[in-house]
């Protein structure tokens, strides 16, 4: 029985990651997205549904059909009881008014192509030009992606509460100004665009390195980013330079991704990862679609961190790697966007493209990143291989308590053994 408890909670757990965004913005776009918090709660009622029946029953056929099933019945239920059909959707209130087209409509909802296009529309619209920035973003990480509120903190590198104000002024915004869900035309496009980019690169990075303290990477939070990444290049509107390089960018990410832990679930650094564990494949798949983004000559984040990418993806090994091409199109990409991390990266390619003085003395003069595991990991990495192992090991143990991960404690404390003086 306890068997059958826990694979019914990891599929669960998986359909949660790649459905409930699917079913919000079904049930946003039918009900209207100032009722947010409704289809919220439908799916999550669903999901428990799923929970306990499936723990009993088992496991249906079709797990996702079976998932929409109750999420259509549900709402059915909901618009019965309310009878509020004013509050819902404009374009679609008289057809759920009455009996007769009250069930066909929302049937015609839960259609494939019909389901695609409601999260585009959800995409764009928690991107709302009304709403601040960063609270699309943490918006559209929670309601769309499934993110948790820790997770999409650490995405920002800030804390849960922040995150959790962002979101609900967000939610209270979309009520009061009766935001509804369409995708933009015109000069509303690219503002908007950019922010469901920051969003779905956001998402990868979550996946790719993990904030779970026993998961390192979340393929399934990957899988996703590039498939919604996908959608929009399959839609007229979206399907722009900029939407090519960032696939681009996450297929050569993850290709990548079963090099970065050995068979006892330990890191591997870029420096000592098996190449020929790398995924051929979206190596392919990302040089073709960094070939379409070059079409029209614009340049984006997206564009130079491609590059870079594909030039990691092509390198034999990690001393033949063109590592000085990737220090200027890191130089490129911070005069374009001159935030911390990017810094980061810069100095760090700068040891192997120019010398590990320069790097440590770039490392040392970055501001912002003191709480970030990373900055002093990176710094400590410079001192070791410059011979300095004290120094290199304070840097490490700053490290240690500013990460969550298991998977990368471990790897610190290896590091601060390695420190031992002789």
Not at 73 to 81: F, G, P, Q, T, V
Not at 215 to 220: E, G, N, P
Not at 245 to 266: H, K, P, T
Not at 341 to 352: D, F, H
Request: charged share 25%; hydrophobic share 40%.
């Amino acid at each position: 029985m306890k068997q059958r408890t826990d694979s019914v909670t990891n599929l669960v757990d998986h359909l949660f990651r790649h459905e409930s965004g699917k079913m919000v913005s079904v049930l946003s776009r039918l009900l209207g997205l100032q009722n947010l918090e409704a289809a919220q709660d439908i799916v999550q009622d669903t999901l428990l549904q799923a929970m306990n029946t499936w723990g009993y029953n088992g496991i249906p056929e079709n797990p996702p059909g079976w998932l929409y099933r109750v999420a259509k019945n549900k709402a059915i239920d909901l618009l019965r009881r309310q009878k509020k059909f004013k509050e819902i959707s404009p374009q679609y209130s008289y057809l759920l008014q009455s009996e007769y087209t009250l069930s066909s409509t929302v049937n015609n909802f839960f259609l494939d192509d019909e389901i695609q296009d409601s999260q585009l529309r959800m995409m764009f619209a928690c991107s709302h030009p009304s709403i601040p920035e960063e609270s699309q973003i943490a918006l559209t990480l929670k309601t769309l992606c499934g993110l948790s509120v820790h997770e999409i903190a650490k995405a920002f590198l800030t804390n849960d509460e922040a995150i959790s104000k962002r979101i609900y002024r967000a939610k209270e915004k979309i009520i009061s100004e009766k935001i509804e869900l369409n995708v933009p035309q015109g000069k509303e496009l690219p503002q908007r665009l950019d922010v469901v980019l920051k969003s779905l690169y956001l998402l990868f990075n979550e996946g790719y390195n993990s904030s779970h303290p026993d998961k390192l990477i979340r393929d399934d939070l990957c899988e996703e980013a590039i498939r919604l990444t996908y959608l929009l290049t399959l839609h007229p509107v979206t399907n722009l330079s900029r939407v090519n390089a960032l696939l681009s960018l996450l297929c050569f990410q993850a290709s990548r991704l079963q090099a970065r832990v050995d068979d006892r679930g330990n890191i591997v650094l870029l420096k000592y990862q098996d190449r020929s564990k790398w995924y051929k494949p979206l190596i392919e798949r990302g040089a073709a679609y960094l070939e379409l983004a070059s079409e029209t000559g614009e340049e984006s984040p997206y564009h130079l961190e491609a590059a870079i990418a594909s030039l990691h993806a092509v390198a034999p090994s990690f001393e033949q790697t063109d590592w000085k091409s990737i220090y200027d199109l890191y130089g490129s990409l911070y005069q374009m966007h001159p935030v911390p991390v990017i810094a980061l990266n810069k100095a760090i390619a700068s040891a192997y493209a120019i010398s590990k003085e320069y790097a440590l003395e770039q490392l040392l003069n970055i501001k912002g990143l003191e709480d970030y595991y990373l900055y002093h990991t990176s710094i400590g990495e410079i001192y070791f291989e410059m011979g300095n192992k004290v120094k290199a090991k304070k840097f490490y143990e700053t490290a240690l308590p500013l990460t969550t991960s298991h998977q990368e404690q471990q790897l610190l404390l290896k590091k601060i053994s390695n420190c031992k003086v002789v």
